[in-house]
């Protein structure tokens, strides 16, 4: 739980790369497949993602047209990306 946590403060403070740190902490700590592994990353990222959008609320100094582009990119990506995650089988890594 511990380097979790720590990647999600990290993730909440700077966004970029949350996905790789969790995935890759999530991979050493569990034992179970890439797709079920990549699913509970998007729920740590998500909750993480909710957390500090509150906070970045709360501050009062949120650019509302920006934050509505981002909003709908990351809408949408999220989807589309769950998607292709869900259609793909996995694969063990030596077989790429």
């Known amino acids: 739980m511990?380097?979790?946590?720590?990647?999600?403060?990290?993730?909440?403070?700077?966004?970029?790369?949350?996905?790789?740190i969790v995935l890759a902490v999530l991979g050493i700590t569990l034992e179970d497949t890439l797709?079920?592994?990549n699913a509970l990353k998007q729920a740590v990222a998500f909750s993480t993602n909710i957390a500090a959008a509150i906070s970045f609320l709360l501050s009062g100094k949120v650019v509302w047209p920006a934050a509505l582009v981002m909003a709908v990119g990351a809408l949408?990506?999220?989807?589309?990306?769950?998607?292709?995650?869900?259609?793909?089988?996995?694969?063990c890594a030596g077989l790429w």
């Open 35 to 37: 797709t079920r592994l």
């Open 2 to 20: 511990l380097p979790v946590g720590l990647a999600a403060i990290y993730g909440g403070y700077f966004g970029a790369g949350l996905s790789v």
């Open 76 to 91: 949408i990506g999220g989807a589309l990306g769950g998607r292709l995650a869900a259609s793909n089988p996995p694969r």
